[in-house]
């Protein structure tokens, strides 16, 4: 792939805890538009590759580019205005307030860091779309704590994507979620814009299978597999260390 064509690109990154390589030495690149899964056992390095893609953790060594520009050593507020979003696997709502509220709040966010209260009609009228746009219309004014897991999950997505970004990161979307709300966001993350450029982590290969384009493998910090879903089906070291393990199906 050539470098103009990667909108991240991730290269010879490690990251060592103590004696630990968490990333060993990472190098991929992610097209605009693509939908990229990383996938592996745990313990694998896919959620420390994300705290170093936004920023929350430093690299040992190595470099992350975004669009071009090297966004290693920025912070992680830059990196938001430069587009990347996540969706926390770990709980990051304001409980007491409405899920238009929650979604206000990240709309007025991009407007600078301290801007945090006191939310306009616009800003109220486009989370409504973002609610609506993952399956919570109806819900706009439940306070977030009175939200099904499945439902905090969705209005998380919306908060996400109150900021606009370029690229979504997603840890575990589906995670503690029953079937019927695994199936649920999984189909509203694959009708999100394909312009939007997704990393998704996760256990789940029906979901995986069903929303990348492309698939990464990590193993013990290790970049083992990368290619089209239909190759990494076939790998045999890849069934070896993790899909052999894991419930597939389809
Ligand atoms: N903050 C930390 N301090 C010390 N060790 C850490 C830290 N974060 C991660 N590690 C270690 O780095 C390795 C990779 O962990 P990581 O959380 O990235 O794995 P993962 O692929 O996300 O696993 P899972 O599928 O279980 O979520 C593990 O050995 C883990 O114990
Ligand atoms: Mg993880």
Redesign the pocket.
């Known amino acids: 792939m050539g470098a103009s064509a990667a909108l991240i690109e991730v290269h010879d990154l490690t990251?060592t805890?103590?004696g630990?390589?968490?990333?060993d030495g990472v190098t991929l690149a992610v097209r605009a538009g693509e939908r990229r899964a990383?996938i592996?056992?745990?313990?694998?390095?896919?959620?420390?590759?994300?705290?170093v893609l936004t920023g929350e953790?430093s690299p040992t060594a190595g470099s992350v580019r975004l669009a071009g520009r090297d966004i290693t050593r920025a912070t992680t507020w830059q990196r938001a205005r430069w587009g990347l979003a996540r969706m926390y696997?770990r709980n990051e709502l304001f409980a007491p307030l409405s899920a238009r509220e929650n979604v206000a709040l990240a709309v007025a966010s991009r407007a600078g860091p301290y801007r945090l209260f006191g939310s306009s009609g616009a800003e109220s009228k486009m989370a409504d779309e973002l609610l609506a746009k993952v399956g919570l219309a109806g819900r706009e004014s439940s306070a977030a704590r009175a939200l099904s897991h499945g439902e905090r999950r969705q209005l998380e997505l919306a908060v996400s994507l109150a900021q606009g970004p370029e690229v979504l990161l997603l840890?575990?979307p589906t995670a503690g979620m029953s079937p019927a709300e695994t199936a649920r966001i999984t189909e509203l993350i694959a009708s999100l814009d394909r312009a939007l450029t997704i990393l998704i982590?996760e256990?789940d290969m029906d979901v995986v299978f069903r929303l990348a384009d492309r698939i990464s493998v990590?193993h013990e910090?290790r970049v083992i597999a990368d290619g089209a879903p239909g190759q990494i089906r076939g790998d045999v070291r890849v069934n070896e260390v993790y899909l052999g393990k894991a419930v597939t199906v389809g």
């Open positions: 990251r805890f103590g630990v390589r968490a990333l990383v592996g056992p745990n313990g694998a390095g896919k959620t420390t590759l994300f705290n953790l696997q840890d575990e982590v256990h990590l910090g």
